[in-house]
């Protein structure tokens, strides 16, 4: 076979690849305010969730960030996603990782506050993204009931994006989600003794 000849079959694959692509596309026809969940035991929810944020800022969206875990500590998406004040609100709500607290009264009152703070985002028309970092893990210890939460997703404005990260995403917001990503571990650098590194881990 000449190089021209598989170049030739090369251009008609692609072409019948192109046209399947087009159609597949025009049919879609819906436009909605998607409902996302990052989960799984890999590495990666929060910095996918991030990287929507950071895409929503780059076209002008306004963007609520609500921490329910994690405690005030500096991350480098945080202070690179400030530089865009004029468009974001960060708020880090959590009391830190449940096995730091060790207290369950706090941590739930923690999780409670920042719901409060959710809630508000989730009705406000002027917010394209709403970010709600380890929400899961507040919902499997039980610090906010699932009921709850749910019902105040479904009553967001119509066309507003909600991304919810951390592990052990309870079934019914699987069910209640439109895209759900599950980041599957298959190798870790913490198993071979590497410490977490600024700039990776946060």
Same mark, same amino acid.
């Given at each position: 076979?000449?190089? *021209?000849?598989?170049?030739?079959?090369?251009?008609?694959?692609? =072409?019948?690849?192109?046209?399947?692509?087009?159609? %597949?596309?025009?049919?879609?026809?819906? *436009?909605?305010?998607?409902? #996302?969940?990052?989960?799984?035991?890999? +590495?990666?929810?929060?910095?996918? #969730?991030?990287?929507?944020?950071?895409?929503?800022?780059?076209?002008? +969206?306004?963007?609520?960030?609500? =921490?329910?875990? +994690?405690?005030?500590?500096?991350?480098?998406?945080?202070?690179?996603?400030?530089? $865009?004040?004029? /468009?974001?609100?960060? !708020?880090?709500?959590? %009391?830190?990782?449940?096995? *730091?607290?060790?207290?369950?009264?706090?941590?739930? #009152?923690?999780?409670?506050?920042?719901?409060?703070?959710?809630?508000?985002? @989730?009705?406000? %028309?002027?917010?394209? @993204?709403?970010?709600?970092?380890?929400?899961?893990?507040?919902?499997?210890?039980?610090?906010?009931?699932?009921?709850?939460?749910?019902?105040?997703?479904?009553?967001?404005? #119509?066309?507003?994006?909600?991304?919810?990260?951390?592990?052990?995403?309870?079934?019914?917001?699987?069910?209640?989600?439109? /895209?759900?990503?599950?980041?599957?571990?298959?190798?870790? !650098?913490?198993?071979?003794?590497?410490?977490?590194?600024?700039?990776?881990? $946060?």
């Amino acid at each position: 076979m000449t190089d *021209e000849t598989d170049n030739r079959r090369h251009q008609m694959k692609m =072409q019948r690849r192109k046209e399947v692509q087009d159609q %597949e596309v025009a049919e879609k026809t819906i *436009e909605k305010g998607l409902l #996302a969940v990052n989960t799984g035991s890999g +590495k990666g929810k929060s910095t996918a #969730a991030f990287g929507l944020a950071l895409r929503m800022l780059g076209r002008g +969206k306004r963007v609520v960030v609500v =921490q329910f875990i +994690k405690g005030a500590w500096s991350t480098g998406e945080k202070i690179a996603l400030e530089r $865009f004040d004029d /468009l974001l609100e960060w !708020h880090t709500l959590g %009391e830190g990782f449940t096995w *730091e607290t060790q207290d369950k009264g706090r941590d739930i #009152a923690a999780a409670v506050r920042a719901w409060e703070v959710a809630r508000t985002a @989730l009705r406000r %028309e002027d917010v394209g @993204l709403v970010v709600l970092d380890e929400l899961n893990i507040a919902l499997r210890y039980d610090y906010l009931p699932l009921e709850t939460v749910l019902e105040d997703l479904a009553a967001r404005p #119509a066309m507003q994006h909600v991304v919810v990260t951390g592990r052990n995403a309870p079934a019914a917001l699987v069910e209640a989600a439109d /895209l759900v990503t599950e980041m599957t571990l298959v190798k870790h !650098h913490f198993k071979a003794g590497v410490k977490a590194q600024e700039g990776v881990e $946060f």
